[in-house]
């Protein structure tokens, strides 16, 4: 029996940007990065209320089809809960359409804040498993939104069925590299960039990111020393590269000079990977040409809620 949350319940959520595939590893690999989007949520006892600040503000919808309101209700759902009435407020630092995991985060900080609500009642909130499960359904594969919910850099899979189940196991990124995330003026979304995307590949190609996805985990833990070559993709960047000509140039150009760089997700962003703390000043002046905002991130944390805080904080 679904039960209804009294109205004046408060809870907040934080949440981490990602990026996906980082490289070779497909819609496979992830890593979260230190931009945060905060939701903040209030029970009522009717309608629905959505204010959004900063990244997408004017530009995402406010009403019921709102992604973090959707993943609010599906959250409480979960729990056997529903809400007659919802405030929603979003602080969103995640720049949106520039594959560093927008999406994700609201669907995984839709989630969180309903666990917040949820710990307020006599029912269970989801668990970290069940939020990996959740917010894949919402996105159709397990990198960015286990990311966001897991923190660090993960590996994630999914087991085929009728209902594909969707899993994620951290790894431990080295202590020496250095990030940075290069955000283009120009948008782009990962619907419009897929369809450049062959059927099928060779086995050849196939062959060569199955070793490349290995190297990376290795890459990633142990040898930064390996990044390079670890990543190296036959998938999907080059086949990207004709829809954002700037990035293209300016990934091949952070490689030419020996420091690992890849397309955040699928793109128009780049990541870069490295143990040098500053970029060469080639790549930096061509940035600044480019429209590029070039910014130095930590590994993100796991996504938080908390529950009884004051919601329009």
């Known amino acids: 029996m679904i039960q209804t949350l009294p ?5 907040k959520a934080t949440v981490a940007a990602s990026s996906a595939n980082l490289g070779p590893g ?7 990065l230190s931009l945060y989007d905060e939701i903040a949520v209030e029970s009522t006892e009717s309608g629905l209320r959505v204010e959004v600040d900063g990244e997408g503000a004017g530009q995402v919808p406010t009403g019921p089809e709102h992604l973090v ?19 929603v407020r979003c602080r ?14 609201a669907v995984v900080g839709g989630l969180a804040a309903a666990n917040g609500l949820v710990a307020q009642t006599d029912c269970t909130p989801c668990d970290e498993r069940t939020l990996v499960q959740l917010s894949s ?16 850099a993960i590996v994630s899979w999914t087991e085929a069925g009728a209902q594909p189940v969707y899993s994620a196991a951290r790894v431990q ?13 120009v948008r782009s979304s990962t619907a419009e960039t897929r369809v450049l995307l062959p059927e099928q590949v060779s086995h050849d190609d196939a062959r060569f990111n199955l070793s490349r996805a290995a190297l990376l985990v290795v890459a990633l833990t142990e040898r930064p020393d390996l990044l390079m070559a670890a990543t190296e993709d036959a998938l999907h960047q080059t086949q990207r590269a004709p829809a954002m000509p700037a990035t293209a140039e300016f990934l091949q150009l952070l ?19 490295g143990t040098d703390p500053e970029l060469p000043a080639e790549a930096r002046e ?5 429209g590029f905002d070039i910014r130095q991130v930590e590994v993100g944390e796991a996504v938080r809620w908390t529950s009884g805080v004051t919601a329009s904080a």
Not at 26 to 32: Q, V
Not at 146 to 151: I, K, N, P, S, T
């Open 92 to 105: 969103n630092a995640i720049p949106h359409s520039r594959g560093l995991g927008s999406s994700a985060a």
């Open 26 to 32: 497909f819609d496979s690999l992830g890593l979260a």
């Open 137 to 152: 359904e919402f996105e159709g594969h397990p990198d960015n939104a286990a990311a966001a919910v897991l923190g660090g």
């Open 7 to 11: 109205a004046g319940l408060v809870a």
């Open 69 to 87: 309101v959707r993943a609010i209700e599906r959250g409480l759902a979960a729990a056997g809960l529903r809400a007659d009435g919802l405030i």
């Open 286 to 290: 061509y940035a600044a040409a480019k």
């Open 173 to 185: 990124l080295h202590p020496d590299i250095r990030l940075h995330v290069a955000i283009p003026e």
């Open 255 to 273: 490689r030419r000079h020996g420091r690992a760089a890849v397309l955040s997700g699928a793109g128009p962003a780049v990541l870069a990977l």
